[in-house]
């Protein structure tokens, strides 16, 4: 399957997008902020459809808008727990003026499944060199901030006291979060974010009991799952994003076993 | 040196004053128990030692110089349980460790400085083999270990616990009090240790701080648990009966320190170190 250029470019796009969103969900799953991801992404849809129209590539309108969101949700911190009504319809108005924004763009229905979907197979070389440079970005920062932003989640209070602040690693986390949502959705799309940055993620948690063994693991599983769906939808002609999420489903339902196993064992 | 001074302090929390005009000493190598009612500022005037809650009025010291965040000398042990998600297999190491130069930036690969420093907080606790097990299968005696293990990191000289006992049975109360005043004249340190209640405290502590109405007392258990100071903190007329060793803070027939207790939480626990009270009276 490597003889076809789209292949290459597919699994070189997967490559570098499942090691970022399982190195960024990592964290993401430890701080409780799974949710976040998932807005972000929807409201990531808007700023795509949006770029679509006035005429620039879909990718830089997904970014400036899940950065802008994730900058403003840091800032608003916790303030945001517990409005899950609000937050549920700026989500849903987020598609809806996403859907606005294709209805007056001509090539509708491709579009909209691309985004909402992702298509990595329609993946070309300058979009892998730019998710190459969004995930350098991503993981760059990740690297600088990892040891206050891990002392942060696990011990907030205690870390507020020896002078972390709080606030300033929740805004530079949910930017980087931000990036990641916008890489992602190029391989999964805005609806299946979760696939790749909380089943990996999320599996490995349940398996490790150290963080960096926690990472490894968490990337390694994303690109297990990422490659795994590509490989699948070569051969079944179904859509990658399909195999992708059924992969990560079943990856984090194997990763309960051993915690279901304890659970049954009298204790 | 005094481990802290208050001069002229008042605490406003949401608007609402807590604690007013409060002057007051406490001397370096004290075990002081901080009492009070729910609300009555324990864990307000803790965050405003710690710098992160500024005074409204007056000023604080802490180790002879002003109150700042992220004084390393300060050691402390937040409320509220830890926010690691119970999903997690994550270890009690990665746990406490975390903390050990946890504000620098960087990757979280801990140096050799910063592990011997986890380690000896772990020992100091007792708790090197505990932390090799996930945070998710220990219990909250274990977890309080921990916690303070996470807090003596940094060599404190002075120790802020918020309520450690909460949510114990009277069994691991005894545990944890009796570690603590172990570590306390063993590194020589200051400790302020709030509770709900004074007995699991008795033979424990040197001084007593009561607040209660914006106002304060410190003393020794014989100055400050008596009728006329607690009935200005409380605002009411308080008995104090002395029973078998045992202090009972009564007002109009109920416990009072009791009854906060039983209003915070309704755990297993809780109701279980109720009845063992029943059986000591």
């Known amino acids: 399957m490597f003889e076809y250029d789209f292949m290459r470019n597919a699994f070189a796009a997967a490559t570098v997008v499942a090691l970022v969103a399982g190195t960024v969900g990592y964290f993401l ?58 937050i549920g319809l700026v989500l849903a108005f987020s598609l809806a ?11 509708f229905a491709t579009q909209a499944t691309t985004l909402l979907f992702g298509n990595v197979l329609a993946v070309d070389i300058p979009t892998v060199f730019t998710l190459l440079g969004l995930g350098a970005v991503s993981l760059a920062m990740l690297a600088i901030i990892s040891r206050p932003l891990l002392f942060a989640s696990l011990q907030p209070q205690l870390a507020e006291a020896k002078g972390v602040s709080l606030q300033l690693y929740g805004v530079l986390f949910l930017a980087i979060v931000a990036l990641t949502t916008a890489e992602c959705a190029q391989i999964v799309g805005v609806l299946l974010v979760f696939a790749l940055m909380v089943g990996p993620a999320a599996a490995a948690q349940q398996l490790t009991s150290a963080v960096p063994t926690g990472v490894l693991l968490s990337a390694s599983l994303a690109l297990f799952e990422a490659w795994g769906g590509i490989t699948l939808a070569f051969y079944t002609d179904w859509p990658s994003s399909f195999w992708i999420t059924a992969l990560s489903v079943a990856v984090y339902l194997l990763a309960t076993v051993p915690r279901r196993l304890r659970a049954w064992q009298p204790a | 040196m005094n481990a802290i001074e208050l001069r002229d302090v008042s605490l406003t929390l949401a608007g609402r004053l807590v604690l007013s005009d409060i002057s007051l000493e406490i001397a370096a190598g004290q075990f002081v128990g901080v009492l009070g009612p729910n609300g009555s500022g324990k864990t307000t005037l803790m965050r405003a030692i710690l710098g992160l809650v500024p005074p409204s009025r007056g000023a604080i010291r802490v180790l002879g110089q002003a ?94 616990l918020d309520e450690p006992l909460i949510s114990l049975d009277p069994r691991h109360q005894q545990e944890v009090v009796g570690l603590v005043k172990e570590l306390q004249v063993e590194l020589g340190i200051t400790v302020l240790f709030s509770a709900h209640e004074i007995n699991p405290l008795l033979g424990a502590i040197d001084q007593v701080l009561y607040l209660g109405r914006g106002q304060a007392a410190l003393g020794t258990i014989d100055e400050v648990i008596t009728r006329p100071v607690l009935s200005r903190l409380y605002g009411s007329d308080i008995d104090v009966i002395r029973l078998r060793g045992r ?13 906060a207790h039983r209003h915070e939480a309704g755990s297993p626990h809780e109701h279980g170190s109720h009845g063992a009270h029943a059986d000591h009276v």
Request: avoid cysteine; proline fraction near 5%.
């Open chain 2, 67 to 160: 109150a700042t965040r992220g004084n390393p000398s300060v050691g402390y042990l937040p409320q509220a349980a830890s926010a690691v998600p119970q999903a997690t297999r994550l270890s009690g190491w990665d746990f406490v460790a975390s903390v050990a130069s946890g504000h620098r930036l960087g990757l979280p690969i801990l140096g050799r400085a910063a592990r011997a420093e986890a380690e000896r907080a772990l020992d100091l606790v007792g708790a090197r083999k505990l932390a090799r097990r996930p945070l998710a299968d220990i219990s909250g005696g274990e977890r309080q270990r921990l916690l303070l293990a996470q807090a003596l990191i940094g060599r404190p000289q002075l120790l802020l």
């Open chain 2, 247 to 259: 202090i009972f803070v009564m007002a109009g027939g109920y416990d009072v320190e009791r009854d």
């Open chain 1, 97 to 107: 003026l996403g859907l606005l924004f294709l209805h007056f763009y001509t090539a």
């Open chain 1, 29 to 86: 799953v430890l701080r409780g902020q799974t949710f976040a991801g998932h807005a972000l992404a929807h409201v990531g849809f808007t700023g795509a459809t949006g770029s679509i129209l006035v005429g620039i590539p879909p990718l830089w309108g997904l970014v400036a808008m899940t950065m802008a969101a994730g900058i403003g949700m840091g800032l608003m911190g916790e303030r945001l727990v517990q409005r899950d009504v609000a």
